[in-house]
T-cell receptor
């Protein structure tokens, strides 16, 4: 079975631009979460979507937005990019949102560099 | 608010020996889950082991075991018979009883296995 897939793997943008990152969950998983991992730190929660509805939002500005499609894939959008948005963006999928079934399977990540 | 503290930025262990990676947590949720993930230099987060707050026994998964001490709010990861491939970053994370699926990660511990 295919794991979580993310595209693109690497991305270089300049300040002020907009970026869209994509994630496909494991087949059968209805929950997708997005995390930002700045170099040298642990991942920080950005969003969670379950059954196409936003279930949680981390402490990120409104420049960050996301959505989940009927096939449970998801997109993360970041507008007006700042240098500080340079990070590894991780997508994780899970069956549900709580308990043991919340075990989140992570994709390989998209490494975003903002110049 | 939930918090994870990993006090060991870096650890060294000799191949074939056991090593313990420390993790303390803070949460007000009556029910929670604790996770350990491994992150190799490739960036992908690999699930290792899970411990539920009401689980009676410490979790084990192959060479990984979790030393769960609820009263001390600690969830240390023990890796037995270390292998060179265990060299990576290790993250402890907590998930609360809320329905957001949000994981709170610590800062991580870099483990290097010496031949």
């Amino acid at each position: 079975d295919a794991g979580v897939t993310q595209s693109p793997t690497h991305l270089i943008k300049t300040r002020g631009q907009q970026v869209t990152l994509r994630c496909s969950p494991i087949s059968g998983h209805k929950s997708v979460s997005w995390y930002q991992q700045v170099l040298g730190q642990g991942p920080q929660f950005i969003f969670q979507y379950y059954e196409k509805e936003e279930r949680g939002r981390g402490n990120f500005p409104d420049r960050f937005s996301a959505r989940q499609f009927p096939n449970y894939s998801s997109e993360l959008n970041v507008n007006a990019l700042l240098l500080g948005d340079s990070a590894l963006y991780l997508c994780a999928s899970s069956l549900r949102t709580s308990g043991r079934v919340n075990e989140q399977f992570f994709g390989p990540g998209t490494r975003l560099t903002v110049l | 608010a939930q918090k994870i503290t990993q006090t060991q930025p870096g650890m060294f262990v000799q191949e074939k020996e056991a090593v313990t990676l420390d993790c303390t947590y803070d949460t007000s949720d009556p029910s929670y889950g604790l996770f350990w993930y491994k992150q190799p230099s490739s960036g992908e987060m690999i699930f290792l082991i899970y411990q539920g707050s009401y689980d009676q026994q410490n979790a084990t998964e192959g060479r990984y075991s979790l030393n769960f001490q609820k009263a001390r709010k600690s969830a240390n990861l023990v890796i037995s018979a270390s292998q060179l491939g265990d060299s990576a970053m290790y993250f402890c994370a907590v998930h609360g009883s809320g329905n957001t699926g949000k994981l709170i990660f610590g800062q991580g511990t870099t483990l290097q296995v010496k031949p």
